[in-house]
């Protein structure tokens, strides 16, 4: 459940990007994931072409 939870902020979080709007905070990702939903999170990053910038 956590996962398809992380898969689904993924794509709004990237939807809110595309449109200017208010973004999903990042340290409510990482716990997310850090609780369980790294894989759907994973996967949200990879199918929403996320990109990291360092």
Do not use: H
């Not at 709007?21 to 609780?35: C, D, H, I, S, Y």
């Amino acid at each position: 459940m956590l996962n398809l939870i992380g898969f689904a902020l993924m794509g709004y979080d990237k939807s809110q990007a595309r449109k200017g709007g208010q973004r999903v905070p990042e340290k409510r990702l990482f716990t997310l994931g850090a609780l369980g939903g790294a894989l759907g999170t994973w996967i949200g990053m990879r199918t929403e072409s996320y990109t990291c910038i360092n």
